[in-house]
């Protein structure tokens, strides 16, 4: 058996959680804000400079979310704002339980230094 793929990757920046910064039109429709696309593309930028990976194979992910102050704030949003910009950038081949049936995170503070680690193991 082959050894299995491993990333790890370093996020710097506050990662806004895409669900709950959404502007939402009087239409019914919904965006994510621009803030969330500020931050999803220079995060799209650290990977890419990072990594030129793409996992096709299932795989396990691993993220700690650092928070930079101590404010309310719900790990999860951040995680699902990790996951899609992953997919969007193509080294996740989607973030459905099937392609990734493994998601440890955790949540640190680490005053005024907010970012995220990622490992992703291929399984």
Known sequence: MSNPQILELRLDGNI???KNSRINRG???????KKYMD????????TRL???????KPVSVEV???FGTNTRADLDN???SILDMLVEGVVLKDDKWQDVPIILAQAEHRPRKPGAFVRITEL
């Open 78 to 80: 951040r995680l699902t």
């Open 64 to 66: 700690i979310i650092y």
């Open 16 to 18: 806004p959680s895409k």
């Open 50 to 56: 990072q990594t030129r990976l793409r996992f096709i």
């Open 39 to 46: 931050w999803e593309e220079d995060a799209l930028k650290q």
């Open 27 to 33: 239409d019914g429709k919904s965006f994510p804000s």
